[in-house]
């Protein structure tokens, strides 16, 4: 028997952000039961606690989705930091470091719980086929597009900024194949706003509801490109009735991405034959 955690991440609210099944002590787990019960829990990832390799690191985890595992997402990070620290972990210094597929990723613990974004394995402009295949996609016209960029931190991210927040929400979910891409699409909400972004994101026909990974990329793009301040709060999940509200900070050459976690769901898995 293994505990088990599920964490709500990006909300103030309950049953409003983005949940994570959380594994603890997955030491004696093979990648198989990995893969079989991330399949089986059906969220968008599963992760899995278990000893470091890394004598810097607090922790090592894995993150499955239902169809194989990522180096790195980011509301997986705060969710599995949330359950190692409320399962009684103690971190080595004031920040956690977690291990994971993309090497060692600090997190900070505030008023929430906010990692710095890892560097990205890909990122410059998109190029006209990428476009274009974006463009079908998410069945829009190219005129929406203002810019697009890759923002690739382990998942693959390719992003589009389209004219505004409205636009962003515009986008038939429903409708959506984003086929081998993962696509971030981001719009600026008018000044005075509660949020200064609306942000969705596209694997396959599934919509993430609320994206760490993708607003991290998003905020080093268009921070660094002026388009953004160094502290803004980005919006993601209203067209899926979830209300996720994510903390961008920049703090010197760090980006940090944070937001709540809330436990909604404890207990115990059979995972072992």
Not at 128 to 153: C, H, K, Q
């Amino acid at each position: 028997m293994h505990d088990f955690s599920q964490v709500d991440v990006f909300s103030d609210e309950p049953l409003r952000g983005n949940p994570v099944a959380v594994v603890h002590g997955a030491d004696d787990l093979s990648d198989e039961q990995m893969a079989a019960f991330a399949r089986w829990t059906n969220l968008s990832e599963t992760t899995f606690l278990l000893t470091p390799t890394d004598p810097a690191a607090d922790y090592r985890l894995r993150i499955f989705t239902i169809d194989g595992e990522l180096p790195f997402a980011g509301h997986p990070t705060l969710g599995s930091a949330h359950a190692w620290l409320e399962a009684g972990g103690v971190p080595r210094g004031d920040d956690l470091v977690q291990e994971c597929g993309a090497g060692l990723v600090r997190i900070r613990r505030r008023e929430v719980l906010s990692f710095a974004a890892p560097p990205l394995r890909r990122s410059g402009p998109a190029d006209t086929a990428t476009i274009n295949e974006v463009v079908r996609a998410l069945g829009i016209e190219l005129s929406d597009v203002v810019a697009a960029e890759w923002v690739d931190n382990g998942p693959g991210w390719v992003a589009v900024l389209l004219r505004d927040a409205a636009a962003v929400l515009a986008v038939r979910g429903d409708r959506v194949d984003a086929g081998d891409l993962a696509i971030g699409v981001v719009g600026l909400h008018d000044a005075g706003a509660e949020c200064a972004v609306e942000v969705r994101a596209f694997f396959r026909s599934f919509e993430d509801p609320v994206t760490g990974s993708l607003n991290a990329g998003l905020a080093q793009w268009l921070i660094g490109r002026g388009t953004l301040p160094p502290t803004y709060t980005a919006a993601q999940g209203t067209a899926l009735a979830r209300r996720g509200r994510v903390r961008v900070e920049q703090v010197g050459a760090d980006i940090w991405v944070g937001g709540a976690t809330r436990t909604t769901i404890t207990g115990q898995v059979m995972l072992n034959d």
